[in-house]
C-alpha cells in the first residue's frame, strides 16, 4: 500500500505541474469535460469499488475543501463517507505512532535456531530437554520451552517418536565394523581369463587388492586371506564382519581361518548383489575407469595396472561418501588468497601411459 501511495502522489503531482501554464477558461473546460464523463460512468456502474489507497488519495485532496462546497461536487460517494474515511486515516496515523512496544521474550537468534533444529536432526534421542542442557553447556541461554516451541514449529515430533533408526543410518554407524570382498573376473587380449580378488573397508572406503590369479583354488584363496589379517593387524583395524557373497571358491577352511581372527563371515543372499553394495559398486568403477580401456597383456601385466589403480583410488580419487576426499588422503584447506588463485599453476601427473590422470599444484 505504501508503494501505491507513494506512485499515486507521484503522478498527482506530475498532473498538478500541467496544470500551472493552464488558463482559467482552460480548466473550467476541461473539468466540465471531466463531470460529463463522470456522469456517464455513473449511469452504467452500479456500486463502485474502492480499495484503501483509492481512499486514502480522496481524503487527503478533499479533507481541506468545505463541507457544503463537498456537498456539490459530482462524487462517486457521499460526502458523508469522504468525511469517515478521512477520520479513519487520522484514527490509523494515531494508533501506528501511539502503538506500545513489543513485549514480551525477544526473538531468538537465528544461528542458536539452527543449532537447536541440528542437535534435534542428529540426535534422535535426544528430547527437548536433552537439547537445553547440551546448550546450556555451550554457554547458550535460552529457555526449554522455547527449544520445545522451534522443535513443534518446524515439524519435529517428541524424542520417543523419532528414534527408530533407518538401515542407511545403522549401516553408517557400523562402518567401522565392516569388511567386503569379492572376486570378478576379466579377460586378456589372448582370451585367457583372470580372477581378481579385492577387499573394501565401508568405513574408509579404502581398497586392497590382495591378488590376481588363473586357477583361484582353495590354497590361494586361503593364503590371501592370511594375507589380508596380517595387513589388518598392521593398520589397527577394528572390523568385526566380513561380507561376501556364496561364490563356491570361498570355502569353510575361508570361513574358520577370519573366525579364529575374531572376523564373522556374513554372506549375502541367493541372487542378491545389492547386500555387497560397495563391492558391486568399486567393481563397475573398476571395469569403467581401468578395465574397459586397458589391453591385458597377462597376469603380471593385469597386476601391475590394478596396483597403480589401487594407489589412485585411495591416494588422489575424489569419493562423494567421504565429501570428495579421498580413502587415504584428506581434503586440503580451501585457498580463499585471490590472488594466489588467479596464479593458478596446476600439473597433471599420468598413470598406466594416460589412462588415469591426477592433478595436483606445482611446487
Known amino acids: 500500500m505504501l508503494l501505491r501511495l507513494a506512485y499515486l502522489a507521484a503522478t498527482n503531482t506530475f498532473a498538478l505541474l500541467r496544470l500551472l501554464p493552464m488558463s482559467d477558461r482552460e480548466k473550467d473546460i476541461e473539468i466540465l469535460a471531466l463531470r460529463h464523463q463522470l456522469l456517464l460512468l455513473q449511469r452504467q456502474v452500479g456500486k463502485p469499488t474502492f480499495i484503501d489507497t ?4 480522496l481524503a487527503g485532496l478533499l479533507h481541506h475543501l468545505p463541507t457544503d462546497r463537498l456537498r456539490h461536487l459530482l462524487l462517486l460517494v457521499r460526502p458523508d463517507t469522504l468525511l469517515r474515511w478521512h477520520r479513519d486515516l487520522l484514527k490509523q496515523r494515531h494508533a501506528a505512532s ?7 521474550r525477544p526473538p531468538t537468534v537465528r544461528s542458536i535456531r539452527a543449532l537447536i533444529l541440528r542437535l534435534a536432526r542428529e540426535n534422535s534421542s535426544w528430547g527437548y530437554r536433552k537439547i537445553h542442557g547440551e546448550l546450556a553447556a555451550l554457554g547458550i541461554k535460552v529457555a526449554a520451552s522455547t527449544v520445545w516451541e522451534i522443535l513443534k514449529e518446524h515439524g519435529i515430533p517428541p524424542a520417543p517418536q523419532r528414534q527408530s533408526t533407518t538401515w542407511a543410518d545403522f549401516l553408517h554407524s557400523q562402518a567401522e565394523a565392516l569388511l567386503a570382498c569379492d572376486l570378478f573376473e576379466t579377460r586378456t587380449l589372448t582370451g585367457a581369463r583372470l580372477y581378481v580378488f579385492a577387499v573394501i573397508e565401508h568405513s574408509t572406503r579404502r581398497i586392497q587388492i590382495l591378488g590376481a590369479t588363473a586357477h ?3 590354497e590361494w584363496i586361503v593364503r590371501l586371506g592370511r ?9 589397527g583395524s577394528k572390523a568385526r564382519f566380513l561380507i561376501r557373497d556364496r561364490d563356491s571358491k570361498f570355502t569353510a577352511a575361508f570361513d574358520a581361518l577370519m573366525a579364529d581372527a575374531g572376523l564373522e563371515v556374513v554372506t549375502t543372499g541367493v541372487r542378491m548383489p545389492r547386500m555387497n553394495s560397495l563391492m558391486e559398486r568399486w567393481i563397475q568403477t573398476c571395469r569403467r575407469e581401468l578395465l574397459d580401456r586397458t589391453l591385458v597383456w597377462n597376469q603380471r601385466h593385469l597386476l601391475h595396472a590394478l596396483r597403480e589403480f589401487e594407489t589412485h583410488y585411495n591416494e588422489h580419487r ?3 561418501a567421504l565429501r570428495q576426499a579421498a580413502p587415504l588422503r584428506p581434503l586440503p584447506e580451501p585457498m580463499d588468497e585471490p590472488a594466489r588463485i588467479r596464479r593458478l599453476e596446476v600439473r597433471r601427473r599420468d598413470r598406466l601411459g594416460g589412462t588415469l590422470h591426477e592433478y595436483q599444484h606445482a611446487a
Do not use: F, Q
Open 227 to 235: 594375507n589380508l589379517l596380517m595387513d589388518l593387524e598392521d593398520a
Open 216 to 218: 583361484p583354488t582353495v
Open 98 to 104: 501511539c502503538a506500545p512496544k513489543r513485549r514480551g
Open 318 to 320: 575424489p569419493h562423494r
Open 54 to 57: 483509492d481512499r486514502a488519495v
